[in-house]
């Protein structure tokens, strides 16, 4: 389960993505320069891998496979 949501200053082409910290904590980060609306897309979209940590797939068959 993702426990927190930051922003960050990303590249405009990046949404956001998730990652676990060394605490094991799921951290999804979005884009601070994105509008509320599409952080909150990025975020539905982000929940749909909840239960891809720690999976060692490769990352382009996981959006095809979450996405499909
Ligand atoms: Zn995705």
Do not use: Q, W
């Not at 952080?39 to 382009?60: A, C, I, Q, S, W």
């Not at 996981?62 to 996405?67: A, P, T």
């Amino acid at each position: 389960m993702i426990s927190r949501v930051v922003l960050a200053d990303l590249p405009c082409t990046v949404g956001g993505y998730c990652v676990t910290n060394a605490d094991g904590e799921k951290i999804c980060v979005l884009n601070s320069r994105h509008s509320r609306e599409r952080n909150l897309e990025t975020f539905m979209h982000e929940l749909r891998h909840r239960t891809d940590f720690g999976k060692n797939l490769d990352v382009n068959e996981l959006e095809r496979i979450r996405h499909e």
